[in-house]
């Protein structure tokens, strides 16, 4: 290929680059050409616990055997004061009888949206095991005992991190950010660094939680565990 017609294909790719129209044709193009075949495993009525978080803890320890990157990983939805939907990504700290737990500072927008609004949901995507685990339920505050206990076993590192950042909140630059945490860092040199009382963890308790097992032809299994007036589960199976 000669000079000209090198120079003529890069100035006709360039302007693809910036030509959004283009760009708009190409996405929708290969994004509708994305799928897959659900295939690994199934999930039989049978196969399942009576109660959700024992079932999620034989999820659990399935999911940990196959390894997967940040088995703890969830999404957070919760709903701001105007009605509108929010989400974001953190991690499950603990699971007791009945709720899910995480940590967080309590007035970043999540922490306001949680005081103006209890209700809540957070989902577990395992795509390594073609699974998914979705939880509503209410949110509440853990006890001062259960966060100190936890933000001392955080690294050093995550501490200074969580006194140092105003999560949420707009800030200068990365520059002050890093300044701020260097001042604090140097404060609190050689010293217990000691909780503040913006940070801390909630328990999402739930009354639905449902497991979702991919299947061939996008007959998926769901079963769902809602929570009757007496406490009880009832298990139902939905249609994919």
């Known amino acids: 290929m000669i000079n000209g017609e090198m120079a003529l294909l890069r100035s006709e790719r360039s302007c693809r680059l910036f030509d959004p129209t283009y760009l708009y044709r190409y996405?929708?193009?290969?994004?509708?050409?994305?799928?897959?075949?659900?295939?690994?495993?199934?999930?039989?009525?049978?196969?399942?616990?009576?109660?959700?978080?024992?079932?999620?803890?034989?999820?659990?320890?399935?999911?940990i055997r196959a390894q997967i990157d940040e088995v703890n990983a969830m999404t957070l939805a919760t709903v701001d004061t105007e009605g509108l939907p929010d989400?974001?990504?953190?991690?499950?700290?603990?699971?007791?009888?009945?709720?899910?737990?995480?940590?967080?500072?309590?007035?970043?927008?999540?922490?306001?949206?949680?005081?103006?609004?209890?209700?809540?949901?957070?989902?577990?995507?395992?795509?390594e095991l073609e699974r998914q685990v979705r939880v509503?339920?209410?949110?509440?505050?853990?006890?001062?005992?259960?966060?100190?206990?936890?933000?001392?076993s955080r690294p050093r590192e995550s501490q200074l991190g969580a006194v140092s950042s105003p999560q949420s909140t707009v800030i200068e630059?990365?520059?002050?950010?890093?300044?701020?945490?260097?001042?604090?860092?140097?404060?609190?040199?050689?010293?217990?660094?000691?909780?503040p009382a913006h940070w801390g963890g909630y328990r999402l308790t739930a009354h639905s939680v449902e497991f979702w097992q991919g299947r061939p032809g996008r007959m998926h299994d769901r079963i769902k565990y809602k929570k009757d007036p007496s406490g009880s589960w009832l298990r139902q199976r939905l249609a994919p």
Do not use: C
């Open 27 to 63: 996405m929708n193009t290969s994004i509708a050409d994305i799928r897959k075949t659900y295939a690994q495993a199934q999930l039989l009525e049978s196969e399942t616990a009576s109660n959700p978080i024992q079932q999620f803890g034989k999820w659990w320890e399935e999911a």
């Open 87 to 127: 989400a974001r990504v953190v991690l499950l700290k603990g699971v007791d009888e009945d709720s899910f737990h995480f940590f967080t500072n309590y007035e970043s927008n999540k922490g306001q949206q949680l005081t103006s609004n209890s209700n809540a949901a957070v989902v577990f995507f395992w795509k």
């Open 136 to 152: 509503r339920g209410n949110i509440e505050r853990l006890s001062e005992a259960e966060n100190d206990a936890y933000f001392s």
């Open 173 to 195: 630059n990365r520059n002050w950010l890093e300044e701020r945490y260097n001042s604090i860092k140097a404060a609190f040199e050689g010293k217990e660094i000691v909780r």
